[in-house]
């Protein structure tokens, strides 16, 4: 018996009129014209878009939604947000972090967006944010996957209370090694932190997520070093560099080499659209520098590049609603992707790359994956980077868990009456 069928639906890859049959939470079928036994849920997608779900590869649960506490960012400045959060830090309480949490999950499933991997600092000695992480984990698992990286914020050797807190972290079951190389008090310290996270997450089977070259120095190299410990360690597939936008300051020549080390050693790399054309370039007069690293060239050498959100309302941020379509539109300008398929590639890049990141299992639209999905207020890919339209169904293993109304505009021009829907025309 099945549970639902989506009909007529508009697939990603540009497949037309298909029909997805779904039961006890997998798909299980898709073709044109499925029969459907009386009494199974259908939605009519109509002609538009269904795509699995979005997936923001790099976020910070633990400081969403709080932006002005204790202080607004004046500078709009990295540093001064750091600051800020370590301030905010040491007051914070596990309801606090978990109400504020928890609001942020409630948005991003309303979006679609049902995968975060989220950073959480272990920084406070009590490990509160973590705690109250890992308990909302398991509160929105049936809804959401929320994978949770251990952040030394402060730095893993800088801070000398944050070996003995990420090794907490990971005991009472965070998910990722994390750090922070490039905020290391020396370059030589920031490599050798490098080398101890991923020696930790060898020993420990886990993957390794860490911040990386958030700079606009030329010089802060520490992705080489990852890629290094990546391919000695036997991590291949499993390590991701965040940020990366020292190498949008770095020359052609070393970038040439650089590429080559990140595909042979099958690192991912986590772009963050929003906030690096943010915090980047902030010491630049003229020409300033565009702050995000080299997505076009890192997918052209065939390295997995997905985008995250980073930040909602927070020291670093002072904007954002969790919608990863505003991200990959972003991404997609500044990258200058603007050709067909590499605005295609921009959307895969909060989705299927997304996914691969985080490394989803049975994630897709093909017969066997989970029956999550989202169907959109959109013709295809394209479209729906433009206008950014209402998630019309967003459905987790087989059942719809949010709803959004059409969204149109009637415009009265003397005697007529107009609908407007944002569609390209023809």
């Known amino acids: 018996m099945l549970d639902l069928v989506v009909r007529r639906a508009t697939l990603p890859d540009g497949r037309r009129e298909m029909d997805i049959a779904c039961q006890d939470g ?4 898709l073709a044109t014209r499925i029969e459907a036994p009386q009494g199974t849920l259908e939605i009519d997608a109509g002609g538009r878009l269904v795509t699995p779900p979005f997936v923001d590869s ?4 633990d400081s969403t939604l709080s932006y002005g506490r204790p202080r607004v960012n004046r500078s709009g400045t ?7 959060w370590g301030e905010f830090a040491q007051t914070i309480s596990a309801d606090d972090v978990k109400a504020r949490a928890r ?19 272990v920084s406070n000695p009590e490990l509160v944010a973590v705690r109250a992480l890992l308990e909302l984990r398991e509160e929105l698992q049936p809804y959401l996957d929320l994978q949770l990286v251990a952040f030394p914020q402060e730095g893993y050797l800088r801070n000398p209370a944050a070996r003995a807190a990420l090794t907490a972290a990971l005991d009472l079951g965070v998910d990722v090694v994390g750090g922070i190389p490039h905020f290391e008090r020396t370059m030589a310290e920031g490599g050798r932190s490098v080398t101890l996270l991923c020696e930790l997450a060898a020993e420990r089977g886990l993957p390794v997520d860490l911040h990386c ?9 520490h992705i080489e070093t990852l890629a290094h ?23 052609n020549t070393y970038v040439s080499k650089l590429l080559r080390l990140m595909q042979e050693a099958q690192v991912h790399a986590v772009a963050n659209p929003l906030i690096n054309i943010t915090l980047q370039g902030r010491h630049d007069a003229y020409p300033k520098r565009r702050g995000m690293t080299r997505v076009k060239e890192m997918m052209d050498c065939g390295i997995n590049v997905s985008f995250g959100h980073d930040c909602v309302l927070d020291p670093w941020y002072a904007l954002g609603s969790h919608d990863m379509l505003e991200v990959a539109h972003m991404g997609l300008h500044v990258a ?8 295609r590639a921009c959307f895969d890049a909060v989705t299927r790359n997304g996914a691969c990141t985080l490394g989803l299992e049975r994630y897709g639209l093909e017969a066997g994956c ?16 433009r206008t950014h339209p209402a998630r019309l169904h967003v459905i987790r293993r087989g059942q719809v868990i949010a709803s959004t109304p059409e969204s149109h505009a009637t415009l009265t021009l003397g005697e007529q009456q107009i609908e407007v829907d944002f569609a390209a025309p023809g």
């Open 103 to 121: 609001t942020l999950c409630h948005w991003a499933i309303a979006r679609g967006n049902l995968a975060i991997r989220s950073h959480v600092d």
């Open 78 to 84: 990295l540093l001064e947000g750091i600051a800020l």
């Open 213 to 221: 070259d958030e700079s606009d120095d030329p010089l802060s190299r």
């Open 229 to 251: 410990a990546t391919v000695r360690l036997g991590l291949q597939g499993r390590v991701t560099g965040s940020h990366l936008t020292s190498m949008h300051a770095m020359d």
């Open 370 to 385: 989970h029956a999550d999905m989202v169907v959109l207020q959109a013709s295809d890919t394209i479209e729906a980077l």
């Open 58 to 61: 790099h976020f910070h649960l």
């Open 336 to 343: 200058h992707m603007t050709g067909v398929d590499e605005m």
């Open 26 to 29: 997998r798909i299980v079928e």
